[in-house]
């Protein structure tokens, strides 16, 4: 078949569940993946034919693509800050968002020296916030828990894939028991209300693990107060605490680190314009 058919047949198929340009760049990313084919051969070579055995894997995932899943998870990879993770069905798909939260540990790192700093990443799933900080302080000690042992499982091969050391900590936060001290600790953990299940869209309720997503409607901070009052404990005098946030969720986060005494909070909105990530410094 013609690849530009199998182009037409993904619009028909998918017209309806995605809008047109995500349908084109799930097309582009499939061929790149399967066929390593660039964008620009549909320009080049318009009458390119491809082989029954390599338009299979485009036709599996198109009627995976229908369903709904995910194409990271499809694929089994994701990119985070311009690197690659395997992600599975076990570990959250790493979000633009979450970028952010690790560009501001790495400019205030990179002010100072990341020598001889220790830094736990609390819920790590993928590792995509500890992996990326070993990359870029290469002088710093990562660590990183996480409950779930299978999400842990992919977190180590992403180290292993990115050439990076981070010591792994199976761990449940809520019930843990870790006496170690660390200069800064960053955390995305589960923030979201079943209320606002509604609000989401069904790729993410259906097929992203509920472990990484939900806490109940009656202690949406839940995480947060373990985490801070934790880091009130394991941060050294003047460590720095990293959240990412519920973004209806601001005020509340906020008044959590100043009711216990951290310093110089700064709350910051995400690329979308919304509250997203708190920095707050330990007296
Ligand atoms: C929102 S996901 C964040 C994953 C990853 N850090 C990221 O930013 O893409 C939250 C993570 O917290 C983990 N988690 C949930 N409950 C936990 C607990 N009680 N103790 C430790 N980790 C937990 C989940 O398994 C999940 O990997």
Known sequence: MLLKEIKTIYHQE??????QEEIDAFFYEVITHFLGLEKFVMVLQPNLMVSKEEEQPLFETLAQLKLEKPIQYILGVSHFMDME???NEHVLIPRPETEELVRWVISDCQVG??????????????????????????????CALDISEEALKVA????????????????????GDIKEEFDIIIS??????????????????QFEPSQALFVPDDNPLLFYKTIVEFAKN?????????????????????????AHNFL???????LFGNDRMLKANKR
Not at 234 to 258: D, F, H, M, P, S
Not at 264 to 270: A, G
């Open 14 to 19: 998918l017209e309806g569940i995605y809008p």
């Open 85 to 87: 993770f395997k992600v």
């Open 113 to 142: 020296s990341s020598q001889d700093l220790k830094v736990l990443d609390i819920g790590t799933g993928s590792g995509c916030i500890a992996i990326t900080l070993a990359k870029h302080l290469p002088e710093a000690a990562v």
């Open 156 to 175: 180590q091969e992403n180290a292993q894939s990115n050439n990076v050391e981070v010591r792994f900590i199976h761990e449940d936060i809520l019930e």
């Open 188 to 205: 995305n953990p589960p923030y979201v209300r079943e209320l606002e299940k509604e609000e989401m869209k069904n790729n993410v309720k």
């Open 234 to 258: 394991q941060l050294v005098a003047g460590g720095t605490l990293y959240l990412e946030i519920n973004q209806y969720l601001g005020k509340e986060t906020r008044a959590l680190l100043e």
């Open 264 to 270: 110089d909070i700064e709350l910051r909105k995400d």
